[in-house]
């Protein structure tokens, strides 16, 4: 499930309500947003079972030093603590989840689907590369980009003071 939800060519946003702990939480860092409901609580609890896994999943959200006391202790830890480090986008009221989630999709949506899979393709590629290997990839990219309908369409909308109607190619 992690590597359908990571490797999808289109973003994708978790919306979490309760606990997502161990593979939940893996599968909430798979996607490329998170949008938490207030309360919402995170934690990998394999420690306490004498196992592993999550960790690096769970880097994807907060830094190493929040990894590593969550693998250490297995404890819980609610969205409000976590939203500081800039692993969850937004906390709502429970009954505001979905439509905040929606809302966030919403504002994605109104790009290129053709730009969107490259910048998503994007992201993931460079996410751990080195600086300069990871802008050298994105160039690259916006050079074969270029080349299509709806990047030329993004430009003359820019340009005409229009909203841009994407074909999808």
């Known amino acids: 499930a992690f590597w359908a939800i990571y490797d999808n060519p289109v ?9 997502a702990v161990g593979t939940g939480l893996a599968i909430a860092a798979s996607c490329d947003l998170v949008v938490a409901a207030e309360g919402a609580r995170f934690a990998l609890p394999e420690v306490n ?7 690096k999943h769970l880097s994807r959200l907060v830094p190493q030093g929040m990894v590593r006391f969550m693998h250490y202790t297995g404890d819980l830890i609610e969205a409000e603590k976590l939203q500081p480090y800039g692993g969850i986008l937004e906390i709502v009221p429970p009954e505001q989840l979905v439509d905040a989630a929606r809302a966030v ?3 994605i949506a109104r790009h290129s689907p053709v730009t969107l899979g490259f910048a998503k393709r994007s992201l993931n590629t460079i ?3 080195e ?13 074969e980009l270029s080349g299509y ?3 030329k369409e993004a430009v003359n909308a820019v340009v005409e003071g229009r909203t841009p109607v994407y074909v999808g190619r």
């Not at 973003?11 to 606990?19: K, L, Q, T």
């Not at 079972?49 to 960790?55: I, L």
């Open 49 to 55: 079972v004498g196992v592993m896994g999550g960790a």
């Open 149 to 151: 309908d709806d990047s």
């Open 131 to 143: 600086l300069k290997s990871g802008y050298e990839f994105e160039q690259g990219l916006t050079g």
């Open 105 to 107: 999709a919403r504002s």
């Open 11 to 19: 973003p994708v946003i978790a919306a979490v309500h309760g606990v």
């Open 127 to 129: 996410e751990y590369m």
